[in-house]
């Protein structure tokens, strides 16, 4: 007997027909790219593609001010952010992490990260139960990477992490920076085995000129393509731009 699978669109246009019909309901999913490669337009069209359809969206910055994400995403498209903001249907939020003034050590540490991943847990939590989010968004998951220096502390409160996502029963993207020269897929090269999905983007050359572009890494569930796939931002959102069979 097959599992049906339930799928939500991802808000991309042209990539759910590449992936079954979009990310399946309930999972937890990782788009992974160096910076400006198109991350948070990805995010954000995630996010508005479920509020057209009513369903209730939550958009969390760990990294910039609530006002700060609005005014990136109103620069990049035509959406009326506003009036979803006012219905309910999107919500901002900024969860910056206060980081110790001193230097911590030894059993310091673990009981910093305790606390600092206990706070973030309890709040994302305490978000999607008020506003009953069904789609949430976490922009971006690198500086907890980088805030968790020790490897085994990392591990286990990213692995909890996405098991509270889980939990909570929303569909999540969480966003991650590649560094330059390196060859992971995030920070921490561990975030991308434990989510759902993986899709990278990047900069490639095609056509004599350097095109951003779309790759599936891994998606459980799913029959997906492998193809690279050129995208453009448009004002109406992401766009695949299908190449042309000689």
């Given at each position: 007997?097959?599992?049906?699978?339930?799928?939500?669109?991802?808000?991309?246009?042209?990539?759910?027909?590449?992936?079954?019909?979009?990310?399946?309901?309930?999972?937890?999913?990782?788009?992974?790219?160096?910076?400006?490669?198109?991350?948070?337009?990805?995010?954000?069209?995630?996010?508005?593609?479920?509020?057209?359809?009513?369903?209730?969206?939550?958009?969390?910055?760990?990294?910039?001010?609530?006002?700060?994400?609005?005014?990136?995403?109103?620069?990049?498209?035509?959406?009326?952010?506003?009036?979803?903001?006012?219905?309910?249907?999107?919500?901002?939020?900024?969860?910056?992490?206060?980081?110790?003034?001193?230097?911590?050590?030894?059993?310091?540490?673990?009981?910093?990260v305790k606390l600092y991943m206990y706070d973030l847990v309890s709040k994302v939590e305490e978000a999607v139960k008020k506003y009953k989010a069904?789609?949430?968004?976490?922009?971006?998951?690198?500086?907890?990477?980088?805030?968790i220096k020790d490897d085994y502390l990392r591990k286990i409160a990213l692995m909890q992490f996405v098991d509270r996502l889980k939990d909570l029963?929303?569909?999540?993207?969480?966003?991650?920076?590649?560094?330059?020269?390196?060859?992971?897929?995030?920070?921490?090269?561990?975030?991308?085995?434990?989510?759902?999905?993986?899709?990278?983007?990047?900069?490639?050359?095609?056509?004599?000129?350097?095109?951003?572009?779309?790759?599936?890494?891994?998606?459980?569930?799913?029959?997906?393509?492998?193809?690279?796939?050129?995208?453009?931002?448009?004002?109406?959102?992401?766009?695949?731009?299908?190449?042309?069979?000689?």
């Open positions: 007997m097959v599992l049906k699978v339930e799928r939500i669109s991802t808000g991309v246009l042209g990539l759910d027909d590449k992936i079954q019909g979009g990310f399946y309901k309930g999972s937890v999913n990782f788009i992974t790219g160096r910076t400006g490669t198109g991350k948070t337009a990805f995010a954000s069209s995630f996010i508005v593609a479920g509020a057209v359809k009513g369903e209730r969206g939550l958009y969390i910055t760990t990294e910039e001010r609530e006002k700060d994400i609005k005014d990136d995403i109103k620069s990049m498209f035509d959406w009326d952010i506003d009036a979803l903001e006012k219905r309910n249907l999107v919500t901002f939020i900024s969860m910056r992490p206060q980081l110790p003034m001193k230097t911590v050590t030894g059993e310091q540490v673990a009981k910093v069904q789609r949430v968004v976490v922009d971006s998951i690198s500086l907890v990477e980088v805030f029963e929303v569909t999540a993207l969480l966003t991650g920076t590649i560094q330059e020269g390196v060859e992971a897929l995030s920070s921490s090269g561990l975030i991308e085995f434990i989510t759902d999905s993986v899709i990278k983007l990047d900069f490639v050359p095609i056509a004599e000129e350097f095109k951003r572009t779309l790759t599936i890494r891994k998606m459980r569930r799913t029959d997906h393509s492998v193809m690279i796939h050129p995208f453009e931002i448009t004002n109406r959102g992401i766009k695949i731009i299908e190449l042309k069979e000689d």
